[in-house]
């Protein structure tokens, strides 16, 4: 589980990632206590493994989607590729309405490594 301070350090390196969307702006400026009772709030710690750049690199090749699509993967793999054999903290915080924050941290040093919002 996230607690009250590690919360802190993440909304405050995380805020400021362009591209997120107005409703993970705005859980960013939530306190910890308030998501926990408004939203669905998931933490684990999951291994980067080789094989999941691997299937990034093939949807790249693949190019299936459009061009958005396209970027977050390349941006993904790049993100994540220096992590592999790493264990990252994925944070995961969702609305009923199926707004959807992702959050990547490296749990040794609370390293924001990735943000992502649908």
Sequence with gaps: MV???EWEEI??????????SEWATSIFESPLAWI???????????????SYIDFLQEQIKTNA???????????????????IGKSLIFLSISSTEGDLLWIRFDPANNQVVLVESY
């Design 3 to 5: 607690d009250d301070k």
């Design 11 to 20: 909304r405050k390196q995380a805020k400021e990632t362009p591209g997120i």
């Design 36 to 50: 926990q009772e408004q939203a669905v709030l998931e933490v684990e710690s999951k291994e980067i493994e080789k």
């Design 65 to 83: 989607r459009d061009e958005a699509w396209l970027s977050l993967l390349k941006r993904r793999k790049k993100v994540l590729s220096p992590y």
